[in-house]
């Protein structure tokens, strides 16, 4: 079960704990439970995080782990410890702000008539289904990279071929012009350029 995301949760819907399925026993369960900082508090690039399982499952990652990866160093988990100990109320402010923004992108992407999208219940990732305009989710995300200067992830990473991921995880202003970049390529009614920043791009694909 991964519950990085266990808080990032919207619409008021309410995060199951999966240990609420397996009567709390740790040591008889079968269930393999992993967390971490990464999402919640921001902490991406600290690398720190946890699993729980039964003790012995433990002891044999322990030992696969020390010999494929470096240890977290001694700053980086006092960090955390700081992030998990802390005043929590940073992560409701957080949470309340990708809901803001899921909003957003949610809202922008109903421009596009030939998109289908669930909304999601928690993350900060939304995945449209592109197969309207391209049946290949990597030759997609290329092409939003390389003529709208949008980063976006593939949905075969996820099983999930024609879609792509969207991060809804920035400002409220990068998820607009984001989509409106999204939408000025695959758009033929859109207007012939447009500029980003101080650099003008001409579609010539349409």
Not at 86 to 113: A, I, P, W, Y
Not at 114 to 142: C, H, Q, W
């Amino acid at each position: 079960m991964d519950d990085i995301y266990h808080k990032l949760i919207y619409e008021r819907k309410e995060w199951s704990p999966a240990w609420k399925f397996t009567d709390k026993d740790v040591e008889n369960s079968r269930v393999l439970v992993v967390n971490g900082v990464s999402k919640l508090y921001g902490m991406t690039g600290f690398r720190i995080g946890w699993v729980i399982a039964p003790r012995k499952l433990v002891e044999i990652m322990t030992n696969v782990q020390g010999q494929i990866t470096s240890n977290p160093s001694i700053v980086l988990q006092a960090a955390a410890e700081g992030a998990l100990t802390g005043q929590q109320g940073l992560v409701e402010n957080l949470r309340l702000t990708f809901e803001n923004n899921r909003k957003v992108m949610l809202d922008e992407l109903k421009s596009f008539s030939d998109l289908k999208t669930i909304p999601p219940d928690g993350t900060f990732y939304v995945m449209p289904d592109f197969r309207a305009y391209g049946t290949s989710s990597v030759e997609m995300a290329n092409f939003l990279l390389d003529k709208a200067l949008v980063v976006a992830v593939p949905g075969k990473e996820f099983g999930m071929e024609g879609y792509i991921r969207l991060s809804f995880a920035g400002s409220v202003k990068e998820i607009t012009e984001g989509v409106e970049r999204i939408r000025w390529a695959l758009d033929p009614h859109a207007p012939n350029e447009i500029y980003i920043g101080d650099r003008k791009l001409i579609r010539d694909w349409l």
